[in-house]
Structure formats: C-alpha cells, structure tokens
C-alpha cells in the first residue's frame, strides 16, 4: 500500500465548476499537508498548507484534512482554464522535517 | 518570491555517460537543497538531502556512487549521474528551503530537468 494515494485522473470540467481534489494515506504522524501545483514540464508550486486538522480557504481554494479519516481535500471555486493543471498533495511528519511524501497528483482538465 | 533555477532544462545523452544538474537559489540563500526524480505517472520521490558543505543523505534504494550530489555553496547544489542508463531516463527536480531553516512547507521548487539516456 502506498503511504499517500491520490487518483491520477484526468478530471475534466466546465470552465465555473466547482473542483474536488482528494488524496488518502495510511500514516496517522502526518501532520503537515500540501497541495502543489504543477504545470507541464515545470516544477510544483505550493498552493496550500494545512497544519493537522481543519480548514484553509485562499481565495478560490480550499484546503480541509479530517485526520480521523486520514483523508485531505482541495476544492476549486469558480474554476478557470488556467488551473488546468496538475495537482500534487503532499504531507510531512513533523513541520521542521525536510522528507515530503507526494501522491502521484491528479491531473485536472477546465475547459471553456 | 523565492527563485530556483534548473540547468539544463532537458538534456539527452547516450548510455554509459554522466551527466551534470545545477539547481540554483536565486534571490535567496538555501542550507538545504533536496533532489526529487519523478516517472510518468508517478508521484515525485525524494532522492536525496543536501546540505550546504556536508556529505547528502539518501533515501533507501538510491545509490550515493551512481548518484553524486554536490552542494559547496549555499545557493548552488549539483547532481551527477554517472555512467547513465536507459532506466535513468527521468524527470529530475529540486528544491531549496530557505537558510533561516523554515518549515516544510517552504520549499521551493525548480523547474526540472527532463534526462534522457539512449
């Protein structure tokens, strides 16, 4: 079993749609969690951190974990060609470890 | 914001060849640069930690002779691939965190060197 699972997609959708992006792991020492974006042939970009448990919204992205399900969300508001792109999340045991375990990113597909 | 470059964006060598990845901080100075190799479809595993002055950590399967990594200025960090093979071909990205030492989060990501060994 992989530690984090994410599925690879493609997910397609209208260009105003609302997007979900999930990832599952195994680890409950997770505490740190990363949603990264990576456009091709280019390096990941961090959108979001999340800290244990909880919600984080900036702008049109919301970032939640639930740890007792070990299972972490990005939502995609308003969704806009430009963030075809793909996703990558990405979780950390402790905040000062340098070791970043990523899913295999979902790909992502708005189209107008 | 936080720059890292990536030289030479894509290279093609033949097998049995080495190879040489600069990962520069630009606008800022990196204690530690990290070493990710990412295959179609795959997710981007860490090869390799490397602190400025200091002999790199690897991950378990990742062979420090094959693999020789470099990192003598705080904004500069090399990768060699020695004696290159078709199962190398890869797309290989680092990143850099900030020398003030930072959380997790705050590394920044190169653009990436897509190898590829005949």
């Known amino acids: 079993q992989k530690e984090v699972e994410q599925d690879p997609g493609p997910l397609s959708v209208p260009e105003g749609a609302i997007v979900s992006l999930n990832c599952t792991y195994s680890?409950?020492?997770?505490?740190?969690f990363m949603w990264y974006r990576q456009y091709s042939r280019k390096g990941p970009e961090l959108l979001m951190y999340t800290y244990s448990s909880g919600n984080k919204e900036d702008g049109r992205f919301t970032a939640q974990v639930d740890k007792s399900s070990k299972y972490i969300s990005l939502f995609i508001r308003d969704s806009q060609p430009s963030d075809s792109a793909t996703y990558l999340c990405?979780?950390?045991?402790?905040?000062?470890?340098?070791?970043?375990?990523f899913g295999t990113g979902t790909r992502l597909q708005v189209f107008p | 914001g936080a720059v890292v470059s990536q030289h030479p964006s894509r290279v093609i060598c033949k097998s049995g060849t080495s190879v040489k990845i600069e990962c520069r901080s630009l606008?800022?100075?990196?204690?530690?640069m990290f070493w990710y190799r990412q295959f179609p479809k795959q997710s981007l595993m860490l090869m390799a930690t490397s602190n400025e002055g200091s002999k790199a950590t690897y991950e378990q399967g990742v062979e420090k002779d094959k693999f020789l990594i470099n990192h003598a200025s705080l904004t500069l960090s090399t990768l060699t691939v020695t004696s290159a093979h078709p199962e190398d071909s890869s797309f290989y990205i680092c990143s850099a965190r900030v020398a003030s030492g930072g959380a997790t989060h705050e590394q920044f990501f190169g653009p990436g060197t897509r190898l590829t060994v005949l």
């Open positions: 990405a979780m950390s045991f402790v905040h000062n470890t340098d070791k970043l375990i």
């Open positions: 606008d800022f100075q990196a204690t530690t």
């Open positions: 680890n409950s020492a997770f505490q740190y």
